[in-house]
Structures are given as structure tokens and as C-alpha cells.
């Protein structure tokens, strides 16, 4: 949670200089180096073509999932885009349910109901003018949601498997391999990024890919209906790390979110253990 809402306050800097494609490319494949090393040093075993055949889709699903992350983040505010795509959490927690097999008690359903309806107070806002900008932000973030939470699912039958990291590390290598055409392909501009932004790219990477890494062990170990709103509540972090640094206005509802998110969360991870 702390990973995703760090990594996305960056991200929202970087965008407004760079073009969202070539931040995912850059941020992902640093990020990435880091949990090559992980890999080797685990000792490389590729994985049964079944764990194989899922990281393949998961791979692809997550690339066209971060780059219409970060597309929205390019058009619209951190504060409405983040808390939209997290509502992800409802629809991993349903599929988690209803293929999963997955049961909760009655207390843990009430707090990630809460969690969720603070997710949603604390995106829900007025637009002051209705652009086509802010439409295709908010139209990005919900394809996040939807593949975002299908995806969880095919990516606790990875994290199940016997050789998970191996399941992790394939997974972001067919995601990277899947960026890397689209990149290349895409209109370049004259603007290029300087020094300090690769600086900032790297940073992100190592922050975004080590919050999927944690994600990832989380459903390794845990249910997928524990595991995913809690991730999923970085909102709560990035707003209120873009009304501090980038001025952006929390309304009282927002806030009032903000409490419900955090506190759902920590009464959830009391009664989890």
C-alpha cells in the first residue's frame, strides 16, 4: 500500500514532463533489474508450461493495466485517478468468491466495505470543467479496474504455485517484452527527458515493482479478499501526498474517505492474523 501510493505521487511528477509510455518502459525495466538478480540468485528454473502459459496472460493484462494507469495519471488528477482504478479491490474480491471459492466472516466483509466506500468518497469529486482530458482519465482507470482484478486472480493461481518467483519473474518479463514494441512503435516528440527524471524513472521502478512483489507474496500467503483491499488502499498515500506537495484540495468527503480506508485497513489486518 505504501509502495503503490509512493510510486504514484512520482509517477504524477513525471508525467507532466515525460510521455506515460516511456515512463512505464523505463520505471518497469529498472525496476525490474532488481528482481533479475532476485531470480538468478533463487536459482533460474523455468516454470511448468501451465504456470507458463498464466504468467504469459498475466504479463500482457499487466502491461495493458500500467500503461492505462499511468495514461490516466498523464490526464487527469492523482487524487481522482488513483482511488478510481484501486475500486479494482470489489471486483477481485468478487471473482475471489465466486471462483476462488473464497469465505469471509462477517466482521472482515463489513471493514472491506468500508475500505471500499472510502476508496469511492475518496475519488468521487466535482469536476470544474468536464474536458475531454479528464473523461479519458477516468475512462483508462476503469479499464484498471476491471482487467486490474481479473488479473489478481490469474495472479494467486501464479503465487500458488510451487515455483511462485520464478511465476513473478516471468510475468514481468513478458510484460516488459509487451511495453517494449508499443514504445518503440509509438509518435517520439522532441522532449526527452533529462538526467534527474531517469533518476526519479529508476526510483519509481524500484518503488512500483517492489509494491507488486509485496502484492504478490501477500497472495502467496493470504486470500486474495484480504490481500488485494489492502494493497489497493495506496490512495489513501497519494492524496495526501499531492495535497501536501502538489496543492491539489481535499474536500471534507475525500478526508473523511481517507479515515475509512485507514482505519478499515488496520482493524482487518487485527482480526487477519
Not at 238 to 251: G, M, N, Q
Request: proline share 3%.
Amino acid at each position: 500500500m505504501l509502495s503503490f501510493g509512493i510510486a504514484d505521487f512520482i509517477a504524477k511528477i513525471l508525467l507532466s514532463k515525460t510521455k506515460a509510455l516511456r515512463t512505464v518502459l523505463i520505471s518497469q525495466g529498472i525496476g525490474t533489474v532488481l528482481f533479475v538478480i532476485v531470480a538468478l540468485s533463487y536459482g533460474f528454473v523455468v516454470p511448468d508450461t501451465t504456470t507458463l502459459y498464466l504468467t504469459l496472460v498475466s504479463g500482457v493484462i499487466s502491461a495493458v493495466v500500467i500503461w492505462s494507469y499511468y495514461g490516466a495519471l498523464s490526464l487527469g488528477k492523482a487524487s481522482l485517478v488513483a482511488p478510481i482504478a484501486s475500486c479494482l479491490n470489489v471486483v477481485a474480491v468478487a471473482l475471489s468468491f465466486l471462483i476462488l471459492g473464497e469465505s469471509l466472516t462477517g466482521l472482515q466483509l463489513f471493514l472491506i466495505a468500508c475500505v471500499s466506500v472510502g476508496i469511492i468518497l475518496a475519488a468521487f469529486e466535482r469536476p470544474s470543467e468536464a474536458n475531454s482530458s479528464r473523461k479519458l482519465s477516468i475512462l483508462l482507470a476503469l479499464v484498471v479496474v476491471f482487467l486490474g482484478g481479473g488479473n489478481v486472480i490469474i495472479q494467486k493461481w501464479i503465487a500458488t504455485g510451487s515455483q511462485y518467483l520464478m511465476g513473478f519473474f516471468f510475468t514481468r518479463i513478458f510484460m516488459f517484452s509487451f511495453l517494449l514494441p508499443t514504445t518503440v512503435l509509438s509518435p517520439r516528440t522532441h522532449s526527452s527527458p533529462m538526467a534527474r527524471s531517469y533518476v526519479k524513472m529508476g526510483l519509481l521502478g524500484l518503488i512500483d515493482v517492489s509494491g507488486f512483489f509485496a502484492w504478490y507474496l501477500g497472495l502467496h500467503y493470504g486470500l486474495v479478499s484480504i490481500v488485494t483491499p489492502i494493497a489497493t488502499s495506496s490512495p489513501a498515500v497519494t492524496v495526501i501526498l499531492a495535497h501536501l506537495f502538489l496543492k491539489e484540495r481535499i474536500s471534507l468527503h475525500q478526508s473523511i474517505g481517507i479515515v475509512a480506508i485507514i482505519t478499515g485497513i488496520t482493524f482487518l489486518v487485527m482480526i487477519s492474523q
